[in-house]
């Protein structure tokens, strides 16, 4: 009980972040849902989702 309250963990080792690669258009596709758009009234807003393909950079579909 009055021991050590928690066992000592151990370290992670560092993570990397991940890397898309595409030597093809259509191969790889990435979403974007950033974007508050304002709306005709205030306090209404609208998201707007994107993907984009990341071998052409051209935007596959976008919806609100």
Same mark, same amino acid.
């Not at 304002?38 to 989702?49: D, E, F, H, S, T």
């Given at each position: 009980?009055?021991?050590?309250?928690?066992?000592?963990?151990?370290?992670? $080792?560092?993570?990397?972040?991940?890397? @898309?690669?595409?030597?093809?258009?259509?191969?790889?596709?990435?979403?974007?849902? /950033?974007?508050?758009?304002?709306? $005709?009234?205030?306090?209404?807003?609208? @998201?707007?989702?994107?993907?984009?393909?990341?071998?052409?950079?051209?935007?596959? /579909?976008?919806?609100?």
């Amino acid at each position: 009980m009055f021991g050590n309250p928690r066992p000592r963990c151990t370290a992670r $080792p560092p993570s990397s972040k991940p890397e @898309l690669e595409a030597d093809r258009p259509n191969l790889v596709w990435s979403w974007a849902s /950033h974007h508050k758009l304002k709306g $005709p009234v205030r306090g209404v807003y609208y @998201l707007l989702y994107v993907i984009i393909d990341i071998f052409s950079r051209e935007v596959v /579909h976008w919806e609100l």
